[in-house]
């Protein structure tokens, strides 16, 4: 039964990217702007005749070693000197996405090369049953502020940074976890004292998992079922804090 509901969604979603029949006799057409998308420009709604005159969806996938002028995007910035990974260890992964009102997105994240090929296969699975991302940006978009691109609801990978409130380096900072749509599944965790700590602290109203909201992460969710298949760890499922955004390879 599932085999069939992926082959139903694959190939409803096929037809949807044909790209329009040719205009009648007398009338100008206007090819699709596929430059978003020769470009790369991240953030950009995109059409779906853009992405077949693009070249397809196949096109619209892959992990890359990172491009000189992203790689100099990041210094300084998601990238700072260390004696742990540098430029070889990670790759550029580009990806479309859709969002809660069903447009096209280009996105891209940095990650480790170990597991850039599973993050694509994992994307390019979510795309092709219109789960929604609503951000797929760069942090450098956001000066690697964690708590300014997780209230835009941003889903990136690498960050080169420490664990909230401790001095260990972050799975991320390795390229090895992923945050999803962080806005809807928060960072939370309650202080000895019995005051909460909530990343973003604008998403007080998610940490309420009982409830039902857009871009909500649980154990029926496919993208928990792609990430948890693939080798990877659930936030959601330690007992403290809880990190409902958050994937990380298991080691």
């Not at 604008?202 to 298949?229: N, V």
Request: charged residues 25%; contains cysteine; proline residues 6%.
């Amino acid at each position: 039964m599932y085999r069939m509901l992926r082959w139903l969604l694959t190939a409803t979603l096929a037809c949807s990217f044909i790209v329009s029949a040719p205009c009648h006799e007398g009338v100008t057409c206007t090819p699709p702007d596929t430059t978003p998308l020769s470009q790369w420009q991240a953030g950009k709604i995109v059409s779906a005749q853009a992405v077949a005159a693009y070249g397809g969806l196949d096109k619209c996938f892959a992990a890359e070693p990172i491009p000189d002028a992203i790689w100099q995007r990041m210094q300084g910035k998601t990238y700072k000197e260390n004696p742990y990974i540098g430029r070889d260890d990670l790759n550029h992964v580009r990806a479309l996405h859709w969002d809660y009102d069903k447009q096209i997105h280009i996105g891209e994240m940095i990650c480790h090369k170990q597991i850039a090929d599973r993050v694509v296969r994992i994307l390019r699975q979510l795309f092709d049953a219109k789960y929604p991302i609503q951000r797929m940006l760069l942090p450098d978009v956001y000066d690697a502020d964690d708590e300014r691109q997780m209230r835009a609801n941003n889903t990136s990978s690498f960050c080169y940074r420490t664990v909230s409130g401790s001095k260990h380096l972050s799975k991320h900072a390795r390229g090895l976890a992923i945050d999803i749509n962080t806005l809807y599944n928060p960072y939370y965790k309650v202080r000895k004292n019995g005051t909460p700590i909530i990343r973003p602290a604008t998403a007080k109203p998610y940490c309420r998992r009982d409830k039902d909201f857009p871009y909500k992460i649980d154990h029926d969710d496919l993208c928990y079922r792609l990430f948890t298949e693939a080798g990877f760890i659930w936030g959601g499922d330690w007992q403290s804090p809880k990190d409902y955004q958050h994937f990380e390879l298991k080691e």
